[in-house]
């Protein structure tokens, strides 16, 4: 458990958008896509420069991109921006790249705390960035979460042929959001034996710690519904709809 202590400790936001958004069927990836006048990216990046707990901001960009990325940010008036980089093939790949990047960017032995975000989740709020933050003055990892308002069943059989296996109880499912936090030290050794272990990939940094650090507790903090994910061309309309609001 991560003790706290008067000594501030660096908060580093990854804007993890190395992804191409094939779902999205555009030209350029989603993150470059624009609501409003503005490219998703560039809400994202406003949104973790307004937050008062975070000190650098990293963007992890897809490949051939990184000056857009970097136009982007200096439109948005980010000060904190600390470097552009490239991602990886997948959303670990893109983490590692992170990790490895902020670990040499501190002092050996300094710890800071990592929020890692989906750069499509351009509607991050100020209170969900504090919530993270805060929430690692007390422990190692921790997610953004909100209730699952639908009935959530789980199948076994070929596609076409599936039959229902299980119905877990709704009252204790929730759908996970980010950004997800961690005390650098605990996400970089979680990753490290990942890495040892070949052919695993992730979806998302919390389940990195769950498996190959079962001992570390996972905190879950409230979410909101706005902060959505834009993946398909119907999440752009409500996105837009949602910051006319």
């Known amino acids: 458990m991560a003790e706290s202590t008067e000594t501030p400790v660096a908060v580093f936001a990854v804007v993890l958008a190395g992804g191409t958004g094939k779902r999205m069927g555009g030209p350029v990836p989603k993150q470059l896509l624009e609501v409003r006048g503005k490219p998703v990216l560039g809400h994202t990046l406003e949104a973790f420069e307004a937050a008062p707990e975070v000190d650098r901001i990293l963007v992890v960009m897809a490949e051939g991109y990184g000056d857009q990325a970097r136009r982007i940010a200096n439109e948005a008036g980010v000060t904190k921006l600390a470097d552009v980089i490239g991602g990886g093939a997948s959303r670990s790949d893109s983490s590692l790249a ?93 990753y490290a034996a990942a890495e040892a272990e070949p052919g695993f990939t992730a979806t998302d940094d919390c389940s990195v710690v769950l498996r190959f650090l079962p001992q570390v507790p996972v905190r879950v903090v409230p979410g909101d519904e706005r902060n959505l994910k834009v993946t398909e061309p119907t999440d752009l309309a409500v996105a837009e709809a949602l910051l006319e609001r």
Not at 118 to 127: I, K, N, P, S, Y
Not at 158 to 186: C, H, K, N, W, Y
């Open 98 to 190: 992170a990790l490895s990047w902020i670990g040499s960017h501190v002092a050996p032995g300094e710890d800071c705390k990592v929020l890692l975000h989906d750069a499509a989740r351009m509607l991050v709020t100020g209170e969900i960035i504090a919530e993270v933050a805060g929430a690692l003055d007390e422990c190692d990892a921790v997610t953004v979460a909100v209730p699952a308002s639908d009935t959530v069943i789980e199948v076994h059989g070929d596609s076409g042929m599936e039959t229902i296996a299980a119905v877990p109880d709704r009252s204790r499912l929730r759908r996970v959001q980010t950004p997800q936090g961690f005390r650098f030290s605990v996400i970089r050794a979680a």
